[in-house]
Nanobody
Framework: QVQLVESGGGLVQPGGSLRLSCAAS????????MSWYRQAPGKERELVAA??????????NYADSVKGRFTISRDNAKNTVYLEMNSLKPEDTAVYYC?????????WGQGTQVTVSS
């Protein structure tokens, strides 16, 4: 049974930091492309960051709105992907979802709320 369990969300002041984690199970994590998406109220879900491994080389990409502030990483030994978020802004407020893509399959986590407010 595939599971993606996000954690680390919460309430943070503008300029603060959070680290999200997504623990995966039920599939071969090391060969999956992993990504973080977010969805704010009234808006469509959007890609935040993605990480994949091709031929032993790690590839990452980021939404323009988070470049230089967010960092995606993965620990294949722990079957976990992370999203380090710094210099948070109110517009980063959203539910953050972890996604795994492997072969023809796509899996989503249940989401974790991030609220940036003073």
């Amino acid at each position: 049974q595939v599971q993606l369990v996000e954690s680390g969300g919460g309430l943070v002041q503008p300029g603060g930091s959070l680290r999200l984690s997504c623990a995966a199970s039920g599939f071969t994590f090391s060969t999956a492309a992993m990504s973080w998406y977010r969805q704010a109220p009234g808006k469509e879900r959007e890609l935040v960051a993605a990480i994949s491994s091709v031929g032993g080389r790690i590839n990452t990409n980021y939404a323009d709105s988070v470049k230089g502030r967010f960092t995606i990483s993965r620990d294949n030994a722990k079957n976990t992907v992370y999203l380090e978020m710094n210099s948070l802004k109110p517009e980063d407020t959203a539910v953050y979802y972890c996604r795994a893509d492997r072969l023809l399959y796509r899996y989503w986590g249940q989401g974790t709320q991030v609220t940036v407010s003073s």
